[in-house]
């Protein structure tokens, strides 16, 4: 079938190509097929005989077609060619309509014991036979031809030259000889048709071939002799029917040699063939360069038509390239193809070429973000991997850099690009690869664009006099950022609990937005060297994995990468390896870590377990296999030590509970004051806004030095700053911190709306609105609150675990005044 986004001109690049409409052209194109796309023909049978249960219109026309092709059409047209031959030789019409009569007796036998078991074996690619039946089935294959040999003598050769001496056409005598001519001459050749059936069928065809030839050859000799009188008829029949004995002889003495030459045709035909192919395909291309439009004859090429051709066709590359920049589409159509193929090469090289001028191309930090989106020479596991890899997570550093709010954290995270990028001009220096002279000027342009680029948005923000925000807000906070700030206290808890001989698995809880992630990408700082951090966050490929195999693969990889930020290099883990055993595979991985590890420990880091326990509780995964498996690596690997993150308690999921014994719970929650203090006035080196002590102030009251609001509002204050008078916008106020809690409250809509919608329940909801319209630091009493709700215990105990509210002498209040203020 077509591709569904290809044009009807493409059809070509497809191993199901659409047979021609004309009876005629259709007929030669199966023989085409047969000879040159088998595959093709292949489709086209399987289109035919795997739907002759289902009856169908379409079904019934294909074999109509199909058999009308073989029975009637081919052998018309080798007899006309015959008969107009003759005509040319200056015959008269007695020999032609004799050798015509001959000739269609010849090509029906012939097509339906050989061409029509050539399709049939074409389809089915049978590589048996059954010895117990071999002699059973040669003796009723022999009857069964023999007989059908002589109907179709009759019906074919006697009735109608009965009918042309019955008018006086020609004399009885030549009729009795012509038809005992024939029937000899069918009888024998249905016998050699038949004798093989049951040997290997690809051998098969080629032994019946060879040996149908020979003895064709010779009967056809003997009977022109018996004709002409120079041989007598007795002897005809005598050396006819010798033949029939000696079949087997002919066989092993003359067949084989032959079925040799046939067996080979796919070896040595394609190498006479290739001169010529080679010149039409250069003729192609010189038509192509010389076109102006966006039309190509690409699909004449010989890639496209000669499947068996197994030499590179040269200059098949450069024609796809000339295709693809001219007509993408049928150039994508023609790659799928030949990836396909003999030809591979062809569609690999042209695509390393076009990814290579891709990457050329990128004047401007706009293009080098974009370019790891058109790199497709990964997919085709060139040896470029390695090097054009190096491109594609630039160009994707450079697009989360520009993703970046402010200007301050854009310039950051391009510094942090620019330094990777100088490491790897060495890497591509000191490579081997014959790409890599073309590739360094590429990487070296880019440094200098991207350098460049930083030092515009120095000169922009110098010009502007505005304040950089180093404030994240929403986003983890990664190894590279500065301002991460803090949690010493929480790093040693995690310290002395890895210590603990028992090797208890560690649960780090807290609240959304408490800053775990950013904790996770940032542990590194905060453990000895010898404790190797293993982040994997479960919200991406782990837990989106379809199977088993995917999941661990997916695990690996993401250890694979946290340790190489830390500095250790750790053993690649292949999909394909974990498809048919995948826990036994990654166990022997896990091994191969260990030794990597040598005397560190490893500390693997899953975040948002609870993503995970949501694709079990699916079907995705199966429990015991996977929760069976961390409980395994607790306790029998001593060298490696989990942690796991998120904002419930093991209790709220009783599967986890039952697999991990003795859980110790690291609780994270606001930052302390000093460290809250130096996130507001000091988030990182040369910050230039100042604050006045009761604008300070007035930031810890309203967030309670929760580290995203903290950022949240903070963010918000530099961007009134930036919309100030220059010669005010360093000093932030107490009315500038007002001003701000407006806009901090929408631009954070959906940290309060996930509260909202999503950790609390309706009556939650109501208490919440009740309490938050009392007013700022309102403490309202549990007596009021049960005559206004009553029988809500429960609720009250899940606010308190959410940190949402705090108990105060007899009463309840809001913990964090920005949250109250969203809820009033």
Not at 3 to 20: F, G, V
Not at 269 to 278: L, W
Not at 366 to 379: D, F, G, Q, V
Not at 736 to 760: K, T, Y
Request: charged residues 20%; glycine residues 6%; proline residues 4%.
């Amino acid at each position: 079938m077509p591709l569904p986004h290809i044009p009807p001109d493409t059809y070509t690049y497809t191993n199901a190509p659409e047979q021609h409409p004309n009876f005629i052209l259709g007929n030669l194109q199966i023989l085409f097929w047969l000879f040159f796309r088998p595959t093709a023909l292949r489709n086209y049978l399987k289109q035919i005989f795997e739907t002759l249960e289902i009856e169908t219109n379409t079904t019934s026309r294909l074999l109509l077609r199909l058999r009308i092709q073989v029975y009637l059409v081919l052998p018309f047209l080798i007899n006309l060619i015959l008969g107009l031959t003759l005509w040319r030789l200056e015959q008269s019409v007695e020999n032609i309509l004799l050798w015509v009569a001959w000739g269609v007796a010849w090509s029906v036998w012939l097509h339906m014991g050989l061409i029509l078991i050539a399709l049939r074996m074409t389809l089915l690619q049978l590589e048996w036979f059954v010895a117990s039946v071999l002699v059973v089935g040669i003796t009723l294959s022999v009857m069964f031809g023999v007989s059908w040999g002589f109907m179709w003598s009759v019906l074919v050769i006697v009735l109608p030259l009965g009918a042309l001496a019955f008018f006086g056409k020609f004399s009885w005598s030549w009729f009795f000889s012509v038809v005992t001519f024939s029937l000899v001459l069918g009888i024998v050749l249905r016998f050699v048709f038949s004798v093989p059936v049951l040997i290997v069928p690809s051998t098969f065809t080629l032994l019946r071939m060879g040996l149908t030839l020979i003895v064709f050859l010779i009967v056809l000799l003997l009977g022109l002799g018996a004709l002409m009188g120079k041989v007598s008829w007795g002897m005809f029949l005598i050396l006819a029917f010798s033949l029939v004995l000696a079949s087997p002889l002919l066989v092993l003495g003359l067949g084989l040699p032959m079925s040799g030459i046939g067996a080979t045709i796919n070896l040595w035909r394609p190498a006479i063939f290739y001169p010529f192919v080679t010149l039409c395909n250069s003729l192609l291309y010189q038509f192509d360069k010389q076109r102006t439009d966006n039309k190509t004859i690409l699909r004449w090429h010989s890639a496209f038509w000669d499947e068996l051709q197994y030499i590179p066709l040269i200059g098949l590359d450069k024609h796809l390239i000339l295709v693809i920049e001219r007509n993408p589409v049928e150039g994508q159509a023609a790659v799928e193809y030949l990836n396909n193929s003999h030809q591979r090469w062809a569609a690999q090289a042209a695509q390393i070429e076009l990814d290579i001028r891709g990457l050329e191309r990128c004047a401007n930090v706009e293009a080098i973000r974009n370019a790891h989106r058109n790199l497709t020479t990964s997919e085709l596991g060139n040896p470029l991997n390695t090097l054009l890899s190096i491109f594609s997570h630039i160009s994707q550093d450079v697009d989360a850099a520009l993703n970046q709010q402010s200007i301050y954290n854009q310039r950051q995270a391009l510094n942090t690009v620019t330094n990777l990028l100088n490491a790897q001009l060495r890497e591509i220096t000191r490579s081997s690869n014959d790409y890599a002279p073309r590739l360094y000027p590429i990487a070296q342009s880019w440094l200098n664009i991207i350098t460049i680029h930083i030092k515009e948005l120095v000169k922009a923000t110098e010009l502007e006099q505005e304040i950089d925000s180093p404030y994240i807000n929403g986003k983890p906070i990664t190894l590279e950022q500065e301002i991460f700030t803090g949690r010493d206290d929480i790093g040693l808890r995690i310290e002395q609990l890895l210590l603990d001989r028992r090797r208890p698995p560690l649960l780090l809880y807290g609240q959304r937005r408490m800053g775990k992630t950013s904790l996770l990408n940032n542990i590194g700082k905060l453990l000895p060297n010898n404790i190797i951090p293993m982040f994997v966050d479960l919200q991406g490929a782990p837990s989106s994995a379809s199977d088993h195999a995917g999941f661990l693969y997916n695990l690996a990889r993401d250890m694979e990468k946290s340790a190489k930020k830390q500095g250790l290099t750790l053993p690649s883990l292949a999909r394909e390896v974990l498809q048919s055993d995948p826990f036994t595979y990654f166990d022997e991985w896990l091994d191969k870590v260990e030794q990597a590890l040598d005397q560190n420990t490893a500390l693997l880091a899953l975040d948002e377990f609870e993503v995970l326990d949501n694709a079990i509780a699916k079907g995705r995964f199966d429990e015991q296999d996977i929760l069976g498996m961390l409980r395994h690596l607790i306790q029998h690997r001593p060298r490696f030590k989990v942690l796991l993150a998120g904002s419930h308690t093991i209790e709220e999921y009783q599967r986890w509970a039952s697999y991990l014994i003795n859980v110790q719970v690291v609780h994270i929650s606001y930052l302390k004051e000093a460290e809250a203090r130096q996130l507001i006035e000091h988030p990182v080196k040369d910050f230039t806004l100042r604050y006045e002590p009761n604008a300070v102030e007035r930031v810890l009251q309203l967030t309670r030095c929760h580290p995203f609001l903290v950022q949240l509002l903070c963010a918000e204050i530099i961007v009134l700053k930036n919309e100030q008078d220059p010669s005010m916008r360093r000093l932030a106020t107490l009315a500038d911190v007002e001003a701000a809690i407006p806009e901090a409250l929408q631009s954070g809509g959906f940290f309060f709306a996930d509260i909202q919608n999503n950790q609390v329940d309706a009556t939650g909801q109501a208490i919440l609105r009740f309490i938050a319209a009392q007013g700022e630091g309102a403490i309202v009493s549990r007596q009021t609150l049960l005559q206004q709700f009553p029988d809500v215990n429960i609720t009250f105990s899940l606010l308190l675990q959410r940190e949402l509210i705090e108990e105060v002498d007899d009463g309840y209040g809001f913990q964090v005044e920005l949250i109250r203020r969203w809820f009033a």
